[in-house]
């Protein structure tokens, strides 16, 4: 069998769902409806934000951030989403895939670490409630926004970097509608302990210590909310994190029955692959907005507050 090194490969397959070719272009109707919410809501609460000086205050600041990167995740996986379903063009090249690899890897570790940022905004808000605007400057939120990003590009880069160093076969044929680390390594045919292991240390490093601060994080703000005496207070004070504890289940939900497939399902069927590649990548940027908008009084009124005005 022919095998080429990384200036040589020119070709790359996606896959759309095994065994439902046929029905490609109706499937591609709900998915491009779900696409355009998500990217239309989140469009929505930037602009919301944006528009209302009442909102420039720490909590939405990190809401704009949550945003901003799952609308990134929704564009970069939108070109070769369409062009599987609607166009049947599944070629992609080398190049091309590890562009989209990085970018997906990369939106997705900065909306772990944004969802980390705001349980520490919440922490912070609950414990120390007169002290919150002094902690939460403009110029903290900047930094903690710097090194979200400058975090997640430095640990992806390298991930791609080794990959471009693996050798593959003429024709290499993904399990996905898109590029993905742990796919691209199943196609190479050079080892790939290095890149396998640094892709474990990428993981750990981002969003298995996001995880493990988030639920320490949760931990003290439920010791301070069970120390308060009034049970009306108590209520109120956990309301205010009921968002972002949704945001986070819908973030690490998907991604962990992603994993434990990728880890244990070796004999799944190809299409629940796919459909938790999709529901991982998709189910955060549209349902985030939602859960915001419908449990986020401020982001409620103001966007009825808008809705209202066009129809005047």
């Not at 600041?61 to 564009?75: I, N, R, V």
């Not at 990369?106 to 969802?115: C, P, R």
């Not at 209520?235 to 205010?240: D, I, M, P, Y």
């Amino acid at each position: 069998m022919a095998v080429l090194n990384n200036s040589e490969v020119q070709l790359f397959l996606l896959i759309g769902i095994p065994g439902l070719e046929h029905t490609h272009e109706w499937i591609s109707i709900p998915i491009c409806l779900l696409y355009l919410v998500a990217i239309m809501g989140n469009i929505t609460i930037l602009f919301i934000i944006r528009t209302e000086p009442s909102l420039h205050q720490p909590m939405y600041y990190f809401l704009s951030m949550l945003a901003f990167t799952d609308l990134g995740l929704s564009t970069t996986t939108l070109p070769t989403m369409f062009s599987v379903f609607w166009f049947h063009a599944r070629e992609i090249s080398f190049d091309g895939c590890l562009v989209q690899m990085y970018f997906i890897h990369v939106f997705s570790i900065i909306e772990s670490a944004v969802l980390l940022a705001m349980a520490f905004d919440r922490l912070v808000a609950i414990r120390a409630p007169l002290r919150y605007a002094a902690i939460l400057t403009n110029d903290v939120i900047i930094g903690i926004a710097l090194a979200i990003t400058g975090r997640a590009l430095a640990l992806v880069f390298p991930a791609s970097f080794l990959l471009k160093r693996l050798q593959y076969r003429p024709v290499n044929i993904l399990s996905y509608p898109f590029c993905l680390h742990q796919d691209l390594i199943k196609t190479t045919v050079s080892s790939r302990r290095v890149s396998s292991i640094y892709g474990l240390v990428v993981v750990i490093c981002s969003m298995g210590l996001d995880s493990v601060l988030l639920l320490l994080s949760y931990i003290l703000i439920l010791g301070t909310v069970l120390s308060i005496a009034s049970r009306s207070e108590r209520v109120k004070a956990l309301n205010t994190c009921i968002s972002h504890i949704c945001a986070v289940l819908t973030f690490y939900t998907p991604m962990i029955g992603l994993s434990m497939i990728h880890r244990y399902g070796q004999n799944a069927s190809p299409f629940v692959h796919v459909f938790m590649a999709n529901v991982y990548l998709l189910v955060p940027p549209l349902m985030n907005p939602i859960v915001y908008s419908v449990k986020t009084k401020q982001i409620r009124d103001r966007i009825l507050k808008k809705f209202n005005q066009q129809k005047v």
